[in-house]
């Protein structure tokens, strides 16, 4: 049997190929977030409009578009929500188990822009140094910023 399956899927090449690892396989949203910091070394926080009101505050974040390039997700994200530019830097994180999503986060520096945040999903934009976090930061993305910071 697993020699008449491998001789199939070498007969069917290419796009075909595609279609049936698509059905066969999770489809997954990745989530992915920026540790934004400026030239202080201070962190970018965003007070999310639509988070749960105990832990608003955290990190730019958003998801990837069918296509995209995860470091331009971040930049794309950050612009959207608050009107700064960023550069991409290295990947620092990913998490996997969940059921319908991933996520990954990357380092990225301010390199220029206008503050002026999405009020449909942002109520406020902030730059903290990583010792003094406000109240009610995810707990994650406190993670993510000490682990960034060493």
């Not at 008449?4 to 049936?20: S, Y």
């Not at 066969?24 to 989530?31: C, I, N, S």
Request: cysteine-free; hydrophobic content about 45%.
């Amino acid at each position: 049997m697993k020699r008449l399956v491998a001789r199939v899927w070498r007969l069917i090449r290419g796009p075909l190929q595609w279609r049936v690892l698509w059905f066969a396989h999770a489809k997954f949203m990745v989530g992915v977030t920026g540790v934004v910091r400026n030239e202080a070394g201070q962190v970018l926080l965003l007070k999310h409009r639509l988070w749960p009101v105990d832990r608003q505050w955290g990190l730019p974040t958003g998801y990837a578009i069918k296509g995209e390039e995860f470091p331009l997700t971040v930049v794309r994200e950050v612009r959207e929500e608050t009107g700064l530019d960023v550069a991409p830097g290295r990947l620092v994180q990913v998490i996997s188990g969940y059921k319908l999503r991933v996520e990954v986060a990357y380092e990225a520096l301010h390199v220029g822009g206008t503050l002026k945040i999405d009020s449909f999903e942002i109520l406020e934009a902030q730059w903290f140094s990583p010792d003094s976090l406000p109240a009610g930061t995810s707990e994650a993305h406190v993670q993510l910023i000490k682990a960034t910071s060493a």
